[in-house]
């Protein structure tokens, strides 16, 4: 990889030219544009803050292409999302920042010989997530840089329907155990992320999980072959198999083998669901099955939950 950019590329890379390919690569459309660009020169104009957009980058370049856990990569809050009141160069300073480490990210997917394509389907995602921001909170904005930091240090896969990214298998081997599939503890599995584009349709599920095996045998083979996926979500919830039966959601969870204990869900679904986060589920309404559903069973006195679950992928040596 090439030396730490100076300040003065620092700025480069999120001005002009430069910033309208990242426009490009991010999938950015208006009113973020706008926005981003008035905290990119907000941010250039203050040495102080043009010098933290360094120490940014200089992390993510220090964490390209490795698996680390979450808290290795953590990137603290620049802003309150729920203050439409926060200055625009807080509430764009991580995009601008992931606009200065792109030239690096694609550097590192050359290496790995990902094409083009590949690297543009993933880092659309920073502009989908900018526009779920607004939907959420109403105003610009990104505040979900720790997860943006994966596809910012290449770490981080798109598969049509589903993503993925390499992760370590973190749970006890007593919980592994439990799964009965080809894999131990320490292993590095694929992590399944479910991006907001629509119905979970069976079929492309399928085409999605029958790309990965592939993929990492291409492009990272200097690991063994990855014939193992983990998802952690709320989609993994049993209940889905009762609140919604019949629907893709809970053909979904189905597939997966639950590992380890559950967690506390409601956040999650409020977030992702109603996209309404910190909101009474009281406050609620919905339209869809799944909505109406989800907002009885609270009603009543249910809770949501997360699980984790593993499942072998297609083209696995059978177990």
């Excluded at 609140?243 to 956040?267: H, K, Q, Y």
């Excluded at 996209?275 to 009474?280: E, F, G, K, L, W």
Aim: aromatic share 8%; glycine share 8%.
């Amino acid at each position: 990889m090439t030396s730490q950019p100076t300040v003065d590329q620092l700025g480069a890379r999120v001005r002009g030219a430069a910033l309208q390919r990242a426009f490009d690569y991010f999938a950015v459309q208006q009113p973020d544009r706008a926005d981003f660009v008035a905290a990119a020169e907000r941010i250039c104009a203050d040495p102080i803050a043009l010098g933290r957009i360094g120490e940014v980058v200089g992390r993510l370049r220090a964490g390209m292409g490795r698996m680390l856990a979450p808290q290795q990569m953590f990137l603290p809050a620049a802003f309150d999302p729920q203050d439409p009141d926060e200055p625009v160069e807080a509430r764009f300073f991580y995009p601008v920042a992931f606009a200065a480490t792109l030239p690096d990210t694609l550097a590192f997917h050359r290496t790995r010989a990902i094409p083009d394509s590949g690297s543009r389907a993933i880092l659309a995602d920073v502009g989908r997530h900018l526009r779920v921001f607004e939907r959420t909170f109403g105003h610009t904005g990104l505040h979900v840089q720790n997860w943006i930091s994966l596809h910012l240090r290449g770490m981080i896969f798109d598969f049509g329907r589903l993503q993925a990214d390499l992760e370590v298998l973190d749970a006890s081997a007593a919980v592994v155990r439990t799964a009965c599939l080809p894999v131990v503890t320490g292993s590095v599995v694929a992590g399944i992320h479910i991006p907001d584009s629509g119905p979970l349709r069976p079929a492309e599920v399928d085409a999605s999980l029958a790309r990965m095996q592939p993929f990492f045998a291409q492009h990272f083979p200097e690991l063994p072959p990855i014939s193992v996926a983990r998802c952690t979500s709320w989609l993994l919830d049993e209940q889905l198999l009762e609140l919604v039966p019949d629907s893709n959601i809970a053909r979904f969870g189905a597939r997966w083998r639950r590992i380890g204990a559950p967690t506390d869900g409601d956040e999650s679904v409020r977030n992702f669901v109603f996209r309404r986060p910190y909101a009474d589920p009281a406050d609620l309404t919905g339209s869809t099955r799944l909505e109406q559903a989800l907002l009885a069973h609270w009603r009543v006195g249910g809770h949501l939950h997360q699980r984790s679950g593993l499942l072998k992928l297609p083209g696995a040596v059978p177990s």
